[in-house]
Protein backbone atom coordinates (compact mmCIF):
# COMPACT_ATOMS: atom_id res chain seq x y z
CA UNK A 1 0.00 0.00 0.00
CA UNK A 2 1.66 3.26 -0.88
CA UNK A 3 0.76 5.39 2.38
CA UNK A 4 3.49 7.82 1.80
CA UNK A 5 2.41 9.03 -1.59
CA UNK A 6 -1.39 9.02 -0.01
CA UNK A 7 -0.37 11.39 2.60
CA UNK A 8 1.09 13.65 -0.08
CA UNK A 9 -1.72 13.41 -2.31
CA UNK A 10 -3.95 14.31 1.16
CA UNK A 11 -1.32 17.01 2.02
CA UNK A 12 -1.48 18.73 -1.52
CA UNK A 13 -5.20 18.31 -1.83
CA UNK A 14 -5.60 19.82 1.65
CA UNK A 15 -3.08 22.98 0.39
CA UNK A 16 -5.22 23.21 -2.77
CA UNK A 17 -8.87 23.39 -1.30
CA UNK A 18 -7.37 25.92 0.94
CA UNK A 19 -7.08 28.37 -1.94
CA UNK A 20 -10.71 29.05 -2.04
CA UNK A 21 -12.22 28.28 1.70
CA UNK A 22 -15.31 30.51 1.28
CA UNK A 23 -16.81 28.02 -1.46
CA UNK A 24 -16.03 25.15 1.18
CA UNK A 25 -16.85 27.60 4.25
CA UNK A 26 -20.39 27.97 2.13
CA UNK A 27 -20.93 24.42 1.12
CA UNK A 28 -20.06 23.66 5.42
CA UNK A 29 -22.79 26.52 6.45
CA UNK A 30 -25.20 25.01 3.60
CA UNK A 31 -25.10 21.27 5.41
CA UNK A 32 -25.22 22.75 9.15
CA UNK A 33 -28.76 25.08 8.30
CA UNK A 34 -31.09 21.66 8.54
CA UNK A 35 -29.48 20.53 11.75
CA UNK A 36 -30.13 24.19 13.31
CA UNK A 37 -33.62 24.06 12.35
CA UNK A 38 -33.97 21.85 14.19
CA UNK A 39 -32.06 22.86 16.82
CA UNK A 40 -34.49 26.00 17.23
CA UNK A 41 -37.35 23.69 16.90
CA UNK A 42 -36.52 20.99 19.68
CA UNK A 43 -35.35 24.33 22.04
CA UNK A 44 -38.65 26.31 21.44
CA UNK A 45 -40.82 22.97 21.72
CA UNK A 46 -38.81 22.15 25.20
CA UNK A 47 -39.49 25.63 26.79
CA UNK A 48 -40.04 25.10 30.58
CA UNK A 49 -40.29 21.44 30.45
CA UNK A 50 -38.99 18.23 29.38
CA UNK A 51 -39.49 16.18 26.31
CA UNK A 52 -39.07 12.57 26.60
CA UNK A 53 -36.79 13.24 29.57
CA UNK A 54 -34.40 16.08 27.81
CA UNK A 55 -34.62 19.75 28.78
CA UNK A 56 -33.82 22.44 26.54
CA UNK A 57 -30.41 22.60 26.85
CA UNK A 58 -30.09 19.02 26.80
CA UNK A 59 -32.01 19.76 23.37
CA UNK A 60 -28.90 22.17 22.68
CA UNK A 61 -26.12 19.53 23.30
CA UNK A 62 -27.26 16.78 21.32
CA UNK A 63 -27.92 19.19 18.70
CA UNK A 64 -24.71 20.74 19.01
CA UNK A 65 -22.92 17.67 19.01
CA UNK A 66 -25.41 16.53 16.18
CA UNK A 67 -23.67 19.54 14.21
CA UNK A 68 -19.89 18.27 15.01
CA UNK A 69 -20.38 14.99 14.20
CA UNK A 70 -22.40 15.35 10.87
CA UNK A 71 -19.83 17.76 9.52
CA UNK A 72 -17.00 15.14 10.30
CA UNK A 73 -18.95 12.32 8.91
CA UNK A 74 -20.02 13.38 5.93
CA UNK A 75 -18.24 12.03 3.12
CA UNK A 76 -19.26 14.93 0.36
CA UNK A 77 -16.84 13.22 -1.78
CA UNK A 78 -18.84 10.23 -2.61
CA UNK A 79 -20.94 12.47 -5.24
CA UNK A 80 -18.11 13.18 -7.03
CA UNK A 81 -16.91 9.03 -7.79
CA UNK A 82 -19.96 8.72 -9.51
CA UNK A 83 -18.62 11.56 -11.98
CA UNK A 84 -15.45 10.63 -12.54
CA UNK A 85 -17.05 7.62 -13.34
CA UNK A 86 -19.04 8.84 -15.65
CA UNK A 87 -17.26 11.33 -17.30
CA UNK A 88 -14.07 8.95 -17.63
CA UNK A 89 -11.63 11.23 -15.23
CA UNK A 90 -11.53 7.93 -13.11
CA UNK A 91 -8.66 7.36 -16.14
CA UNK A 92 -6.05 9.01 -14.34
CA UNK A 93 -6.51 7.61 -10.96
CA UNK A 94 -6.89 4.19 -12.80
CA UNK A 95 -3.30 4.61 -14.43
CA UNK A 96 -1.27 5.33 -11.30
CA UNK A 97 0.47 3.03 -8.77
CA UNK A 98 -2.04 3.56 -5.71
CA UNK A 99 -5.51 2.91 -5.62
CA UNK A 100 -7.88 5.52 -6.33
CA UNK A 101 -9.89 5.52 -2.77
CA UNK A 102 -6.44 7.62 -2.17
CA UNK A 103 -7.69 10.37 -4.50
CA UNK A 104 -10.99 10.24 -2.44
CA UNK A 105 -9.55 9.81 1.24
CA UNK A 106 -7.61 12.46 0.46
CA UNK A 107 -10.07 15.04 -0.48
CA UNK A 108 -12.30 13.57 2.17
CA UNK A 109 -9.40 14.16 4.87
CA UNK A 110 -8.81 17.70 3.23
CA UNK A 111 -12.28 18.35 3.12
CA UNK A 112 -12.93 17.67 7.09
CA UNK A 113 -10.34 19.87 7.91
CA UNK A 114 -11.09 22.89 6.26
CA UNK A 115 -14.78 22.49 6.91
CA UNK A 116 -13.81 22.32 10.35
CA UNK A 117 -11.73 25.53 11.08
CA UNK A 118 -15.72 27.15 10.04
CA UNK A 119 -18.50 24.67 11.94
CA UNK A 120 -16.34 24.86 15.45
CA UNK A 121 -16.29 28.64 15.87
CA UNK A 122 -19.91 28.34 14.67
CA UNK A 123 -20.78 25.36 17.75
CA UNK A 124 -18.58 27.97 19.96
CA UNK A 125 -20.37 30.67 19.62
CA UNK A 126 -23.77 28.89 19.70
CA UNK A 127 -23.16 26.79 22.56
CA UNK A 128 -22.07 30.68 24.15
CA UNK A 129 -25.20 31.63 23.54
CA UNK A 130 -27.52 28.46 24.26
CA UNK A 131 -25.96 27.18 27.10
CA UNK A 132 -26.38 23.28 25.85
CA UNK A 133 -26.08 20.82 28.87
CA UNK A 134 -23.92 17.42 28.73
CA UNK A 135 -23.62 14.92 31.29
CA UNK A 136 -20.95 12.16 29.60
CA UNK A 137 -19.84 9.81 31.95
CA UNK A 138 -16.26 8.58 31.93
CA UNK A 139 -16.93 5.27 29.97
CA UNK A 140 -19.37 7.32 27.51
CA UNK A 141 -16.16 9.90 26.90
CA UNK A 142 -13.87 7.35 26.17
CA UNK A 143 -16.32 5.17 23.95
CA UNK A 144 -17.36 8.54 21.98
CA UNK A 145 -14.02 8.24 20.09
CA UNK A 146 -14.38 4.90 18.67
CA UNK A 147 -17.60 5.33 18.45
CA UNK A 148 -17.23 8.79 16.14
CA UNK A 149 -14.51 7.38 13.77
CA UNK A 150 -16.55 3.61 13.46
CA UNK A 151 -19.33 6.10 11.80
CA UNK A 152 -16.97 7.89 9.52
CA UNK A 153 -15.82 4.67 8.31
CA UNK A 154 -19.26 3.43 8.10
CA UNK A 155 -20.53 6.45 6.19
CA UNK A 156 -17.54 6.69 3.63
CA UNK A 157 -17.83 3.26 2.79
CA UNK A 158 -21.35 2.75 2.86
CA UNK A 159 -21.52 6.34 0.58
CA UNK A 160 -18.58 4.92 -1.95
CA UNK A 161 -20.06 1.62 -3.25
CA UNK A 162 -23.19 3.51 -3.29
CA UNK A 163 -21.53 6.28 -5.47
CA UNK A 164 -19.51 3.47 -7.65
CA UNK A 165 -22.63 1.60 -8.79
CA UNK A 166 -22.30 4.56 -11.48
CA UNK A 167 -20.03 1.77 -12.87
CA UNK A 168 -23.10 0.14 -13.79
CA UNK A 169 -26.03 3.11 -14.21
CA UNK A 170 -25.14 6.71 -14.82
CA UNK A 171 -27.39 8.06 -11.77
CA UNK A 172 -25.83 6.48 -9.14
CA UNK A 173 -25.91 9.88 -7.52
CA UNK A 174 -29.39 9.31 -6.89
CA UNK A 175 -28.66 6.11 -4.47
CA UNK A 176 -26.63 8.92 -2.08
CA UNK A 177 -29.99 11.07 -1.97
CA UNK A 178 -31.71 8.55 -1.02
CA UNK A 179 -28.96 7.21 1.68
CA UNK A 180 -29.04 11.38 2.61
CA UNK A 181 -32.42 11.28 3.16
CA UNK A 182 -32.97 7.66 5.31
CA UNK A 183 -29.87 9.31 7.67
CA UNK A 184 -32.24 12.39 7.71
CA UNK A 185 -34.90 10.68 8.82
CA UNK A 186 -33.66 7.90 11.14
CA UNK A 187 -29.76 8.79 12.13
CA UNK A 188 -31.51 11.26 14.70
CA UNK A 189 -31.55 14.74 13.11
CA UNK A 190 -35.49 14.75 13.35
CA UNK A 191 -35.25 14.00 16.60
CA UNK A 192 -33.32 12.07 18.48
CA UNK A 193 -33.86 8.38 18.13
CA UNK A 194 -35.64 7.53 21.94
CA UNK A 195 -38.05 10.42 20.34
CA UNK A 196 -39.39 8.60 17.38
CA UNK A 197 -42.37 6.91 17.29
CA UNK A 198 -41.60 2.90 18.16
CA UNK A 199 -41.84 1.15 14.99
CA UNK A 200 -39.76 3.94 13.29
CA UNK A 201 -37.01 3.72 16.62
CA UNK A 202 -37.10 -0.21 15.77
CA UNK A 203 -36.17 0.52 12.32
CA UNK A 204 -33.67 2.49 13.04
CA UNK A 205 -31.57 0.71 15.58
CA UNK A 206 -31.38 -2.34 12.83
CA UNK A 207 -30.27 -0.08 9.57
CA UNK A 208 -26.79 1.24 9.53
CA UNK A 209 -28.04 5.25 9.04
CA UNK A 210 -28.57 5.10 13.06
CA UNK A 211 -24.45 4.21 13.52
CA UNK A 212 -23.72 6.90 10.76
CA UNK A 213 -24.28 9.98 12.86
CA UNK A 214 -26.94 9.38 15.42
CA UNK A 215 -25.11 6.68 18.02
CA UNK A 216 -21.81 8.47 18.54
CA UNK A 217 -24.15 11.61 19.44
CA UNK A 218 -26.03 9.30 21.55
CA UNK A 219 -22.91 8.02 23.20
CA UNK A 220 -21.62 11.39 24.07
CA UNK A 221 -25.37 13.07 25.56
CA UNK A 222 -27.64 10.30 26.24
CA UNK A 223 -27.57 8.27 29.38
CA UNK A 224 -26.83 4.78 27.39
CA UNK A 225 -26.64 1.91 29.73
CA UNK A 226 -23.40 -0.56 28.72
CA UNK A 227 -25.49 -3.07 27.37
CA UNK A 228 -26.53 -0.35 24.49
CA UNK A 229 -23.65 1.11 24.35
CA UNK A 230 -21.65 -2.36 23.41
CA UNK A 231 -24.86 -3.48 21.35
CA UNK A 232 -24.48 -0.06 18.89
CA UNK A 233 -20.77 -0.65 18.35
CA UNK A 234 -21.21 -4.32 17.64
CA UNK A 235 -23.93 -2.60 15.16
CA UNK A 236 -21.07 -0.62 13.42
CA UNK A 237 -18.54 -3.07 13.55
CA UNK A 238 -21.43 -5.38 11.62
CA UNK A 239 -22.52 -2.86 9.24
CA UNK A 240 -18.95 -1.62 8.45
CA UNK A 241 -17.90 -4.78 7.29
CA UNK A 242 -20.83 -5.61 5.62
CA UNK A 243 -20.26 -2.23 3.51
CA UNK A 244 -16.04 -2.86 3.08
CA UNK A 245 -17.31 -6.30 1.41
CA UNK A 246 -19.77 -4.72 -0.47
CA UNK A 247 -17.04 -1.71 -1.70
CA UNK A 248 -14.50 -4.64 -2.52
CA UNK A 249 -17.25 -6.70 -4.31
CA UNK A 250 -18.80 -4.10 -6.54
CA UNK A 251 -15.01 -2.25 -7.38
CA UNK A 252 -13.75 -5.54 -8.65
CA UNK A 253 -16.72 -5.88 -10.80
CA UNK A 254 -17.26 -2.46 -11.57
CA UNK A 255 -13.36 -2.41 -13.26
CA UNK A 256 -14.56 -4.72 -15.60
CA UNK A 257 -17.00 -3.37 -16.54
CA UNK A 258 -15.79 0.13 -16.95
CA UNK A 259 -15.72 1.77 -20.56
CA UNK A 260 -13.34 4.63 -19.59
CA UNK A 261 -15.44 7.32 -21.28
CA UNK A 262 -13.33 10.19 -22.81
CA UNK A 263 -9.75 11.16 -24.00
CA UNK B 1 14.37 -8.02 -33.86
CA UNK B 2 14.70 -7.02 -30.23
CA UNK B 3 12.29 -8.30 -27.67
CA UNK B 4 9.22 -6.55 -27.76
CA UNK B 5 8.01 -4.41 -25.54
CA UNK B 6 4.66 -4.42 -26.62
CA UNK B 7 2.55 -7.97 -27.88
CA UNK B 8 -0.91 -7.96 -28.97
CA UNK B 9 -2.90 -10.81 -29.79
CA UNK B 10 -6.09 -10.74 -31.32
CA UNK B 11 -7.73 -8.26 -29.21
CA UNK B 12 -11.17 -7.32 -29.33
CA UNK B 13 -13.61 -4.91 -27.30
CA UNK B 14 -16.99 -4.98 -27.12
CA UNK B 15 -19.10 -2.09 -25.84
CA UNK B 16 -22.89 -3.08 -25.15
CA UNK B 17 -24.55 0.63 -25.55
CA UNK B 18 -27.98 1.29 -24.95
CA UNK B 19 -30.00 2.82 -27.82
CA UNK B 20 -33.46 3.96 -28.91
CA UNK B 21 -35.50 5.45 -31.30
CA UNK B 22 -36.05 9.61 -30.94
CA UNK B 23 -39.12 10.71 -29.53
CA UNK B 24 -41.80 10.72 -26.10
CA UNK B 25 -43.20 7.38 -27.36
CA UNK B 26 -39.51 5.85 -27.14
CA UNK B 27 -38.13 7.01 -24.57
CA UNK B 28 -41.12 6.16 -22.32
CA UNK B 29 -40.95 2.56 -23.53
CA UNK B 30 -37.57 2.80 -23.16
CA UNK B 31 -38.52 2.78 -19.39
CA UNK B 32 -39.47 -1.21 -19.26
CA UNK B 33 -37.83 -2.23 -22.47
CA UNK B 34 -34.17 -0.76 -22.74
CA UNK B 35 -32.70 -1.91 -25.97
CA UNK B 36 -28.86 -2.71 -26.23
CA UNK B 37 -26.47 -3.13 -29.20
CA UNK B 38 -23.44 -4.47 -29.19
CA UNK B 39 -20.73 -2.29 -30.88
CA UNK B 40 -17.35 -4.06 -31.57
CA UNK B 41 -15.00 -0.87 -31.17
CA UNK B 42 -12.14 -3.65 -31.79
CA UNK B 43 -12.27 -6.79 -33.61
CA UNK B 44 -9.34 -9.23 -33.45
CA UNK B 45 -6.03 -6.97 -33.67
CA UNK B 46 -2.38 -7.93 -33.46
CA UNK B 47 1.03 -6.34 -33.35
CA UNK B 48 4.10 -6.28 -31.57
CA UNK B 49 6.17 -2.83 -30.79
CA UNK B 50 9.67 -3.04 -29.81
CA UNK B 51 11.36 -1.38 -27.16
CA UNK B 52 12.18 1.96 -28.25
CA UNK B 53 9.96 1.97 -31.00
CA UNK B 54 7.82 4.96 -31.94
CA UNK B 55 4.83 4.03 -33.22
CA UNK B 56 1.75 5.87 -34.81
CA UNK B 57 -1.68 4.82 -34.58
CA UNK B 58 -3.97 6.61 -36.99
CA UNK B 59 -7.65 5.59 -37.91
CA UNK B 60 -10.41 8.25 -37.94
CA UNK B 61 -12.82 9.26 -35.40
CA UNK B 62 -14.26 6.07 -34.04
CA UNK B 63 -11.77 4.05 -35.45
CA UNK B 64 -10.65 2.24 -31.88
CA UNK B 65 -7.61 3.95 -31.55
CA UNK B 66 -8.06 5.18 -28.01
CA UNK B 67 -9.98 1.81 -27.11
CA UNK B 68 -6.69 -0.10 -28.15
CA UNK B 69 -4.76 2.23 -26.37
CA UNK B 70 -7.17 2.13 -22.53
CA UNK B 71 -6.44 -1.58 -23.28
CA UNK B 72 -2.84 -1.51 -22.98
CA UNK B 73 -2.96 1.20 -20.14
CA UNK B 74 -4.90 -1.69 -17.99
CA UNK B 75 -7.89 0.93 -18.29
CA UNK B 76 -10.42 -1.50 -20.12
CA UNK B 77 -10.88 -5.40 -19.99
CA UNK B 78 -10.38 -6.61 -23.10
CA UNK B 79 -13.68 -8.78 -24.72
CA UNK B 80 -10.89 -11.15 -25.96
CA UNK B 81 -7.21 -11.49 -27.01
CA UNK B 82 -4.06 -11.15 -25.09
CA UNK B 83 -1.65 -8.19 -24.51
CA UNK B 84 1.65 -7.99 -22.65
CA UNK B 85 2.98 -4.56 -22.18
CA UNK B 86 6.67 -4.87 -20.43
CA UNK B 87 5.89 -8.48 -19.55
CA UNK B 88 2.68 -7.04 -17.75
CA UNK B 89 -0.72 -8.30 -18.55
CA UNK B 90 -2.31 -4.20 -18.21
CA UNK B 91 -5.83 -5.15 -17.06
CA UNK B 92 -4.15 -6.42 -13.77
CA UNK B 93 -2.67 -2.97 -13.12
CA UNK B 94 -0.14 -4.42 -10.63
CA UNK B 95 1.89 -1.25 -9.02
CA UNK B 96 5.07 -2.64 -10.72
CA UNK B 97 2.96 -2.10 -14.44
CA UNK B 98 1.60 1.55 -13.76
CA UNK B 99 5.31 2.66 -12.63
CA UNK B 100 6.60 2.04 -16.07
CA UNK B 101 3.59 3.40 -18.07
CA UNK B 102 2.56 6.72 -18.73
CA UNK B 103 -0.52 8.24 -20.38
CA UNK B 104 -1.52 11.63 -21.56
CA UNK B 105 -4.58 12.53 -22.83
CA UNK B 106 -4.52 15.70 -24.93
CA UNK B 107 -7.90 17.22 -23.61
CA UNK B 108 -7.76 15.98 -19.90
CA UNK B 109 -5.71 17.06 -17.50
CA UNK B 110 -3.98 15.28 -14.22
CA UNK B 111 -2.41 18.47 -12.73
CA UNK B 112 -4.20 19.74 -9.28
CA UNK B 113 -6.25 22.53 -10.52
CA UNK B 114 -5.09 25.27 -7.59
CA UNK B 115 -1.70 24.70 -6.49
CA UNK B 116 1.27 25.33 -8.87
CA UNK B 117 3.00 22.47 -11.32
CA UNK B 118 6.02 22.18 -9.10
CA UNK B 119 3.71 21.25 -5.63
CA UNK B 120 2.01 18.49 -8.18
CA UNK B 121 5.00 17.64 -9.27
CA UNK B 122 6.24 16.52 -5.58
CA UNK B 123 2.88 14.59 -5.44
CA UNK B 124 3.52 12.52 -8.72
CA UNK B 125 7.31 12.03 -7.34
CA UNK B 126 5.66 10.69 -3.94
CA UNK B 127 3.10 8.25 -5.58
CA UNK B 128 5.56 7.15 -8.24
CA UNK B 129 8.28 6.18 -5.19
CA UNK B 130 10.90 8.65 -7.26
CA UNK B 131 13.55 9.72 -4.85
CA UNK B 132 13.89 13.06 -4.15
CA UNK B 133 17.31 13.55 -5.53
CA UNK B 134 16.75 11.71 -8.54
CA UNK B 135 13.01 13.62 -9.08
CA UNK B 136 14.99 17.52 -8.59
CA UNK B 137 17.53 16.13 -11.52
CA UNK B 138 14.63 14.72 -13.05
CA UNK B 139 12.38 18.07 -13.30
CA UNK B 140 15.58 19.73 -13.74
CA UNK B 141 15.63 18.15 -17.03
CA UNK B 142 12.65 18.40 -18.46
CA UNK B 143 11.96 21.90 -17.06
CA UNK B 144 14.71 23.04 -19.14
CA UNK B 145 13.20 20.91 -22.25
CA UNK B 146 10.49 22.36 -22.19
CA UNK B 147 11.85 25.65 -21.19
CA UNK B 148 9.24 25.93 -18.63
CA UNK B 149 11.15 27.88 -15.47
CA UNK B 150 8.37 30.69 -15.65
CA UNK B 151 5.73 28.26 -15.21
CA UNK B 152 6.45 26.67 -11.65
CA UNK B 153 5.27 29.01 -9.23
CA UNK B 154 1.85 30.22 -10.92
CA UNK B 155 -1.53 27.96 -10.38
CA UNK B 156 -2.48 26.21 -13.09
CA UNK B 157 -5.63 27.43 -13.36
CA UNK B 158 -4.05 30.45 -14.45
CA UNK B 159 -1.77 28.93 -17.16
CA UNK B 160 -3.19 28.73 -21.11
CA UNK B 161 -3.63 25.64 -23.16
CA UNK B 162 -0.03 25.08 -24.38
CA UNK B 163 1.77 25.80 -20.74
CA UNK B 164 -0.42 23.75 -19.30
CA UNK B 165 -0.02 20.70 -22.31
CA UNK B 166 3.77 21.26 -20.61
CA UNK B 167 3.00 20.35 -17.43
CA UNK B 168 1.18 17.49 -18.23
CA UNK B 169 4.47 16.28 -19.62
CA UNK B 170 6.17 16.54 -16.96
CA UNK B 171 4.04 15.38 -14.43
CA UNK B 172 3.63 12.16 -17.07
CA UNK B 173 7.50 11.92 -17.14
CA UNK B 174 9.23 12.75 -14.24
CA UNK B 175 9.19 9.13 -13.17
CA UNK B 176 10.92 7.81 -16.36
CA UNK B 177 8.24 5.38 -17.75
CA UNK B 178 9.64 2.72 -20.21
CA UNK B 179 5.96 3.05 -22.12
CA UNK B 180 4.26 6.13 -23.06
CA UNK B 181 0.35 6.13 -24.17
CA UNK B 182 0.11 9.71 -25.90
CA UNK B 183 -3.86 10.21 -26.95
CA UNK B 184 -4.05 13.28 -29.10
CA UNK B 185 -0.97 15.10 -26.93
CA UNK B 186 -0.93 18.07 -29.35
CA UNK B 187 -4.48 19.01 -29.65
CA UNK B 188 -5.32 22.89 -29.42
CA UNK B 189 -1.70 23.59 -28.82
CA UNK B 190 -0.24 25.98 -31.71
CA UNK B 191 2.39 25.24 -34.58
CA UNK B 192 5.00 26.62 -32.63
CA UNK B 193 4.52 24.16 -29.20
CA UNK B 194 3.08 21.53 -31.66
CA UNK B 195 6.69 21.86 -32.88
CA UNK B 196 8.44 21.56 -29.55
CA UNK B 197 6.09 19.15 -28.26
CA UNK B 198 7.25 16.99 -31.01
CA UNK B 199 11.48 17.65 -30.29
CA UNK B 200 10.35 16.65 -26.64
CA UNK B 201 9.17 13.58 -27.54
CA UNK B 202 12.01 12.74 -29.87
CA UNK B 203 14.66 13.41 -27.08
CA UNK B 204 12.80 11.75 -24.51
CA UNK B 205 12.65 8.71 -26.78
CA UNK B 206 16.88 9.18 -27.40
CA UNK B 207 17.88 9.89 -23.89
CA UNK B 208 15.67 6.79 -22.13
CA UNK B 209 14.65 4.70 -25.08
CA UNK B 210 10.97 4.64 -24.07
CA UNK B 211 8.77 2.31 -26.42
CA UNK B 212 5.85 4.82 -27.17
CA UNK B 213 2.14 4.88 -29.09
CA UNK B 214 1.26 8.00 -30.46
CA UNK B 215 -1.82 8.72 -31.99
CA UNK B 216 -2.93 12.28 -33.92
CA UNK B 217 -4.98 13.47 -36.43
CA UNK B 218 -2.52 16.13 -37.07
CA UNK B 219 -0.52 14.19 -39.71
CA UNK B 220 2.75 16.33 -39.11
CA UNK B 221 2.84 14.75 -35.39
CA UNK B 222 3.04 11.29 -37.62
CA UNK B 223 5.60 12.28 -40.03
CA UNK B 224 8.02 14.03 -37.59
CA UNK B 225 7.85 11.30 -34.56
CA UNK B 226 6.71 7.89 -36.12
CA UNK B 227 8.59 5.94 -38.82
CA UNK B 228 6.31 2.91 -38.19
CA UNK B 229 2.71 3.47 -37.96
CA UNK B 230 -0.28 1.19 -37.51
CA UNK B 231 -3.36 2.05 -39.31
CA UNK B 232 -7.09 1.06 -38.09
CA UNK B 233 -10.56 1.91 -39.06
CA UNK B 234 -14.09 0.22 -38.20
CA UNK B 235 -11.60 -1.71 -35.49
CA UNK B 236 -9.95 -3.84 -38.19
CA UNK B 237 -6.64 -3.62 -38.64
CA UNK B 238 -5.55 -2.55 -41.72
CA UNK B 239 -1.63 -1.52 -42.11
CA UNK B 240 1.23 -2.02 -40.50
CA UNK B 241 4.47 -0.80 -41.70
CA UNK B 242 6.28 2.35 -42.41
CA UNK B 243 4.41 5.55 -43.30
CA UNK B 244 7.16 6.26 -46.77
CA UNK B 245 6.31 2.45 -47.53
CA UNK B 246 1.99 3.08 -47.04
CA UNK B 247 2.41 6.62 -49.09
CA UNK B 248 4.84 4.71 -52.05
CA UNK B 249 2.15 1.36 -52.21
CA UNK B 250 -0.85 3.12 -51.76
CA UNK B 251 -0.73 6.51 -53.36
CA UNK B 252 -2.77 5.78 -56.77
CA UNK B 253 -1.17 8.35 -58.25
CA UNK B 254 2.40 10.27 -58.17
CA UNK B 255 1.92 14.37 -58.99
CA UNK B 256 4.41 15.67 -61.42
CA UNK B 257 4.93 19.74 -61.21
CA UNK B 258 6.56 20.79 -64.35
CA UNK B 259 7.82 24.19 -65.99
CA UNK B 260 7.48 24.80 -69.36
CA UNK B 261 9.48 27.01 -71.08
CA UNK B 262 7.74 30.40 -71.71
CA UNK B 263 7.94 30.73 -75.18
CA UNK B 264 6.57 27.41 -75.60
CA UNK B 265 3.70 28.37 -73.88
CA UNK B 266 2.93 31.84 -74.86
CA UNK B 267 2.79 29.84 -79.14
CA UNK B 268 0.37 27.05 -77.53
CA UNK B 269 -1.34 28.33 -74.49
CA UNK B 270 -3.18 24.47 -74.49
CA UNK B 271 -1.38 21.71 -73.99
CA UNK B 272 -2.48 18.07 -74.93
CA UNK B 273 -1.17 15.43 -72.27
CA UNK B 274 -1.36 11.77 -72.33
CA UNK B 275 -4.19 9.91 -71.80
CA UNK B 276 -4.59 9.39 -67.98
CA UNK B 277 -2.97 12.38 -67.08
CA UNK B 278 -5.18 14.76 -64.95
CA UNK B 279 -4.51 17.80 -64.86
CA UNK B 280 -4.53 19.52 -61.04
CA UNK B 281 -3.38 23.14 -61.50
CA UNK B 282 -2.04 25.47 -64.12
CA UNK B 283 -0.79 28.67 -64.02
CA UNK B 284 1.24 30.34 -66.61
CA UNK B 285 3.88 27.94 -67.55
CA UNK B 286 3.41 25.69 -64.57
CA UNK B 287 1.42 22.47 -64.70
CA UNK B 288 0.66 20.00 -61.53
CA UNK B 289 -0.78 16.91 -62.99
CA UNK B 290 -2.12 13.54 -61.89
CA UNK B 291 -0.29 10.87 -63.00
CA UNK B 292 -1.13 6.77 -62.44
CA UNK B 293 1.30 5.06 -60.34
CA UNK B 294 2.25 2.51 -63.57
CA UNK B 295 2.07 5.15 -66.34
CA UNK B 296 4.86 7.69 -64.69
CA UNK B 297 8.36 7.04 -66.22
CA UNK B 298 6.15 6.83 -69.85
CA UNK B 299 4.62 9.96 -69.02
CA UNK B 300 7.50 11.72 -67.77
CA UNK B 301 9.74 10.50 -70.92
CA UNK B 302 6.81 11.69 -73.20
CA UNK B 303 6.74 14.78 -71.49
CA UNK B 304 10.57 15.16 -71.88
CA UNK B 305 10.51 13.98 -75.41
CA UNK B 306 7.62 16.84 -76.70
CA UNK B 307 7.93 19.72 -74.60
CA UNK B 308 10.79 22.22 -73.96
CA UNK B 309 10.64 21.62 -70.10
CA UNK B 310 12.45 23.56 -67.90
CA UNK B 311 11.91 21.87 -64.56
CA UNK B 312 10.11 18.73 -63.55
CA UNK B 313 10.02 17.59 -60.06
CA UNK B 314 7.68 13.77 -59.47
CA UNK B 315 6.26 13.54 -55.84
CA UNK B 316 4.16 11.66 -53.16
CA UNK B 317 0.71 12.69 -52.70
CA UNK B 318 0.04 14.72 -49.69
CA UNK B 319 0.25 12.49 -46.95
CA UNK B 320 -3.08 13.61 -45.60
CA UNK B 321 -4.74 12.12 -49.22
CA UNK B 322 -3.14 8.66 -48.83
CA UNK B 323 -4.14 8.15 -45.71
CA UNK B 324 -7.85 9.45 -46.31
CA UNK B 325 -7.76 7.24 -48.49
CA UNK B 326 -6.30 4.40 -46.21
CA UNK B 327 -9.49 5.48 -44.25
CA UNK B 328 -11.98 4.27 -46.93
CA UNK B 329 -11.05 0.74 -47.07
CA UNK B 330 -12.67 -1.82 -45.74
CA UNK B 331 -10.66 -4.32 -44.10
CA UNK B 332 -9.00 -6.35 -46.36
CA UNK B 333 -7.28 -9.85 -45.68
CA UNK B 334 -3.87 -9.31 -48.22
CA UNK B 335 -3.41 -6.57 -45.93
CA UNK B 336 -3.95 -7.62 -42.41
CA UNK B 337 -3.87 -11.19 -42.10
CA UNK B 338 -1.80 -14.12 -43.07
CA UNK B 339 1.03 -13.73 -40.45
CA UNK B 340 3.30 -15.95 -38.61
CA UNK B 341 2.63 -17.28 -35.27
CA UNK B 342 5.03 -14.25 -33.70
CA UNK B 343 8.55 -14.58 -32.87
CA UNK B 344 10.16 -16.97 -30.66
CA UNK B 345 9.97 -14.01 -28.24
CA UNK B 346 6.73 -13.22 -28.55
CA UNK B 347 5.12 -16.59 -27.66
CA UNK B 348 7.42 -16.95 -24.34
CA UNK B 349 5.79 -14.01 -23.25
CA UNK B 350 2.54 -15.19 -23.14
CA UNK B 351 3.38 -18.95 -22.10
CA UNK B 352 4.24 -17.71 -18.89
CA UNK B 353 1.17 -16.89 -17.68
CA UNK B 354 -1.71 -17.96 -20.27
CA UNK B 355 -2.36 -21.56 -19.47
CA UNK B 356 -5.11 -22.92 -22.13
CA UNK B 357 -5.09 -20.08 -24.44
CA UNK B 358 -4.33 -21.23 -27.17
CA UNK B 359 -1.13 -18.92 -28.96
CA UNK B 360 -2.31 -18.74 -32.40
CA UNK B 361 -3.19 -15.00 -33.37
CA UNK B 362 -1.55 -13.66 -36.38
CA UNK B 363 1.16 -11.65 -35.35
CA UNK B 364 2.26 -8.17 -36.96
CA UNK B 365 5.65 -6.79 -36.23
CA UNK B 366 7.26 -4.50 -38.80
CA UNK B 367 7.05 -3.34 -42.36
CA UNK B 368 5.45 -5.15 -44.48
Not at chain 1, 63 to 82: D, E, I, K
Not at chain 1, 208 to 224: A, D, I, K, N
Not at chain 2, 219 to 248: E, F, T, W
Not at chain 2, 313 to 322: G, L, N, Q, R
Request: with cysteine.
Amino acid sequence: MNLRGGWFLIKHTWMSWLQQPIFFFLLAFGWMIPTLIYLFVWYTAAAGKTIGGMTQHEFVGYYLVFALVSQLTYSQTNWTVGDRIRDGSLNFQLVRPISPIFHTVAAEVAGKVVYMTFVIPIACILALVLHPELHPTLSSSLLFLPSLILAWLLRFFWGYWLALLAFWTTRANALLGVQDSLTFLLAGQVAPIALLPSPLQSIARVLPFRYMVGFPVEVLTSHLSTVELFTGLAYQVAWLLTSLILFIVVWRAGQQHYTAVGG
Amino acid sequence: MSIPQIVVRNLSKTYRVPEREAGLIASIQSLWARKYRNVEAVRDISFSIAAGEIVGFLGPNGAGKTTTLKMLSGLLYPTAGEVRVAGFVPWKREPAYLQRISMVFGNKSQVLWDIPPKDSFRVMGEIYHVPLCNLSRMLDELVELLDMHALLAKPVRTLSLGERMKCELVAALLYQPKVLFLDEPTLGLDLSMQQRFRHFIAEYNRLYGATIILTSHYMADIVALCPRVIVINHGSLLYDGSLQKLACQLAPSKVLRLIISDEYTQVNPDLTFPTGVEVLAHEGASWTLSVPQAKVPTVAASLLNNFPIVDLAIEDPPIETVVNQVYQWSPSPHLTGGIDAGTQEEQELFRNENVGVPVTGNSQGGER
